[in-house]
């Protein structure tokens, strides 16, 4: 079977604990090649870890090894767009870590570049390679909770320590983010359909100049409605409801499933009576497997490349727009 070589765009902590170990149970991937800005001791000790071939001491040097097919970016936030235009010129497929950019403006420039030069982009939404969003879509499409009118999503953990976390940097840094972006994501997928109007409103915290905790509302053309939570200072939530005239769906893993194992839930309430459905996949690994068999493809679905990403920030943008000016905003 044909093999993606894969290189990684820094040592953070997401590739060391998630996906290394994902690129190593895949298929058709393999990680070749490492780069850290951390001096080349602390790339070296990182390949020796996970049995990486190459280790560089900078992004550029990597981005010129001709053995590298593609590289995987988890670089903090505002770093992507400058890395995916690089990796892109430097004919790299990538797949960027969530958010993929700070703002939709910015989408637009990353989608030119992969564009002019022939690449394969995806955002690293893991959490829709599990299986069970599907299975709600197909209730929802069986008609069995009826007509479907709202959907509350939450996303939260505790952020205890706040120093020293690219979380809490003033540049891409906050909750929306860092974790509001997963909510945002699957109430549009899930309802398959773009808001209309927001509105947010945050707690701001003013010594590191973020947002630890929004609550959004959202209206749609059909007349549904949405609203999600995200926070950095809440006990872990992952969850999802949708809820229609007939029943409701409860998804209560919805973003981190892996950590029950992969074990995601999809409850279906109607008329009194429960069913609870278990699918158990691992995320991180199909999210690899899709990406590296589009690159042997050569193609990828539009839903999950830039028109996907684009339209995930445009509704971030208003987010930011509404929490400043305490206003609905029309998108
Ligand atoms: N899909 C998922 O489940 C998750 C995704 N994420 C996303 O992954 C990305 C990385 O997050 P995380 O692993 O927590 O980040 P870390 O802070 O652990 O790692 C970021 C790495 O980027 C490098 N870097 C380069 N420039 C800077 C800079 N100016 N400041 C800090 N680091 C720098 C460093 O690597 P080096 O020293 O090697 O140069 C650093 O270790 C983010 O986009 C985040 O949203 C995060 C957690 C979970
Ligand atoms: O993308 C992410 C998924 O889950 C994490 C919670 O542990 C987030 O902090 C992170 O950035």
């Known amino acids: 079977m044909a093999i993606v070589n894969w290189g990684i765009l820094s040592t953070a902590k997401i590739a060391q604990k998630e996906l290394i170990p994902a690129f190593l149970r895949s298929t058709n991937a393999k990680v070749t090649a490492i780069a850290t800005g951390s001096g080349i001791e602390r790339a070296q000790q990182v390949a020796q870890k996970f049995s990486i071939e190459k280790a560089y001491d900078n992004n550029n040097a990597l981005l010129e090894?001709?053995?590298?097919?593609?590289?995987?970016?988890?670089?903090?936030?505002?770093?992507?767009?400058?890395?995916?235009?690089?990796?892109?010129?430097?004919?790299?497929?990538?797949?960027?870590?969530?958010?993929?950019?700070?703002?939709?403006?910015?989408?637009?420039?990353?989608?030119?570049?992969?564009?002019?030069?022939?690449?394969?982009?995806?955002?690293?939404?893991?959490?829709?390679?599990?299986?069970?969003?599907?299975?709600?879509?197909?209730?929802?499409?069986?008609?069995?909770?009826?007509?479907?009118?709202?959907?509350?999503?939450?996303?939260?953990?505790?952020?205890?320590?706040?120093?020293?976390?690219?979380?809490?940097?003033?540049?891409?840094?906050?909750?929306?983010?860092?974790?509001?972006?997963?909510?945002?994501?699957?109430i549009r997928n899930i309802l398959r359909e773009e808001p209309t109007h927001i509105q947010t409103q945050a707690k701001y915290d003013e010594t590191y100049k973020v947002d630890t905790d929004v609550y959004t509302y959202m209206e749609f053309a059909s007349g549904r409605r949405a609203v999600f939570d995200a926070s950095f200072n809440q006990m872990r939530r992952s969850e999802y409801e949708v809820v229609g005239t007939e029943g409701r769906v409860i998804v209560p893993r919805a973003y981190r499933p892996d950590w029950n194992g992969g074990d995601g839930l999809v409850i279906v309430e109607k008329s009194g009576i429960s069913r609870t459905e278990t699918l158990n996949a691992d995320q991180y690994r199909n999210q690899i497997e899709v990406i590296s068999a589009a690159i042997l493809d050569g193609k990828i679905k539009s839903e999950l490349s830039f028109d996907n990403t684009f339209a995930n920030m445009h509704v971030i943008d208003a987010c930011f727009k509404s929490m400043k000016s305490g206003k609905l905003v029309q998108l």
């Open 65 to 186: 090894d001709s053995s590298i097919d593609a590289v995987y970016i988890p670089l903090p936030n505002h770093l992507h767009k400058k890395w995916v235009i690089e990796a892109a010129k430097k004919r790299k497929h990538i797949l960027c870590e969530k958010p993929a950019a700070l703002t939709a403006n910015e989408v637009i420039e990353m989608k030119e570049a992969c564009e002019q030069n022939g690449v394969i982009f995806m955002e690293g939404f893991m959490y829709q390679f599990h299986p069970q969003h599907e299975r709600v879509r197909q209730i929802i499409d069986s008609g069995e909770i009826g007509e479907i009118s709202y959907m509350r999503a939450s996303f939260s953990f505790l952020l205890a320590n706040k120093e020293n976390t690219i979380k809490m940097n003033d540049q891409g840094g906050g909750c929306i983010y860092d974790i509001g972006c997963y909510p945002i994501h699957s």
